[in-house]
């Protein structure tokens, strides 16, 4: 299924799938047309076995996303601020939970909302420009996409307090050094690094990629025992895939595996 998406680009090259978030003349702020168009398009990617990975940029070279758009937001009740809320959360959670593995290259601000979007990613690269900040207390909100919680998962409760209260913006060696990112490659460079990594998860065994993708996310949702016995079952079902059986005879036959995906 092709979709035609005003907001958003998309383009599938050899098992790799590129979400460019086009909004540049607002520093690509989600507004609900965006947050829309991103709903659907995770719903095909989702579902299309042929995609194995998904990068996630921005246009332009200024902003990975600017954050929620401010202007949409301005007038809004608090009823109607909940809603909206809700409707980012759920679409972050989608994104969170998509079966294939998910690459932020965030070639610049990554703020509220965009740092949110970042951090609802598997893995975040940043570019030497980037910048990442939770500013909204300086807007009289809260961060309402997830960034309360994903933050302090993601780089402990200290230091998310710390930028959540303060409104901070720390540039990449600081994002990095927090844990925030993973990788930070020079600007120009981004993309291609963001390529690099995914080819190289694309070389692996694709079932067991995403079996740990979901094992990951079940078990940092729940308690460790049940995560652990989680882990156990979906370690069980590699035995049933083409790629263990090739894998460890390739390894015991001192070759390279050649995986099929199935
Ligand atoms: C709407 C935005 C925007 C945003 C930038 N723009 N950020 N529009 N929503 N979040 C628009 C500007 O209005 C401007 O439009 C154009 O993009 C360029 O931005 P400038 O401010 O002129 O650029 P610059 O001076 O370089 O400053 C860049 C910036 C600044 C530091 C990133 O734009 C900024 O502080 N933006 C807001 C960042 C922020 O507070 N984000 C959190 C939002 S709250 P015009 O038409 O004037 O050219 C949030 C909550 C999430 O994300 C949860 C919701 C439930």
Redesign the pocket.
């Known amino acids: 299924m092709v979709t035609t998406y005003n907001n958003v680009l998309y383009q599938t090259d050899n098992g790799i799938g590129m979400i460019t978030l086009n909004r540049p003349?607002?520093?690509n702020?989600?507004n609900s047309g965006l947050l829309k168009e991103l709903d659907s398009l995770l719903d095909e990617i989702a579902q299309d076995d042929n995609v194995k990975v998904v990068i996630i940029t921005g246009s332009g070279d200024?902003?990975f996303v600017?954050?929620?758009?401010?202007?949409e937001?301005q007038s809004m009740s608090a009823l109607a601020?909940r809603t909206?809320?809700k409707f980012?959360q759920a679409i972050f959670s989608k994104l969170e939970n998509i079966p294939q593995p998910v690459i932020a290259a965030v070639n610049g601000?990554a703020?509220?909302?965009?740092c949110?979007l970042a951090m609802a990613c598997d893995i975040r690269i940043a570019s030497e420009k980037a910048k990442f900040g939770q500013?909204?207390v300086?807007?009289g909100?809260v961060?309402?996409?997830g960034?309360t919680q994903r933050l302090s998962r993601l780089i402990g409760k200290g230091r998310a307090k710390e930028l959540l209260y303060t409104a901070d913006i720390v540039d990449a060696q600081e994002a990095y050094r927090l844990g925030l990112v993973n990788i930070i490659a020079p600007a120009d460079e981004l993309i291609s690094t963001a390529k690099a990594l995914a080819e190289k998860i694309l070389s692996r065994a694709q079932v067991p990629v995403q079996l740990c993708k979901a094992a990951v996310n079940t078990g940092m949702d729940t308690d460790l025992e049940s995560g652990i016995a989680y882990e156990a079952e979906v370690f069980g079902l590699c035995f049933a895939t083409a790629d263990q059986k090739e894998g460890m005879t390739a390894f015991v036959g001192k070759r390279k595996p050649n995986f099929t995906g199935k």
């Open positions: 003349k607002a520093l702020a989600l200024k902003a600017a954050g929620a758009d401010i202007s937001m601020g909206f809320g980012g601000f703020l509220g909302g965009g949110e500013p909204e300086s807007l909100i961060p309402g996409f960034g």
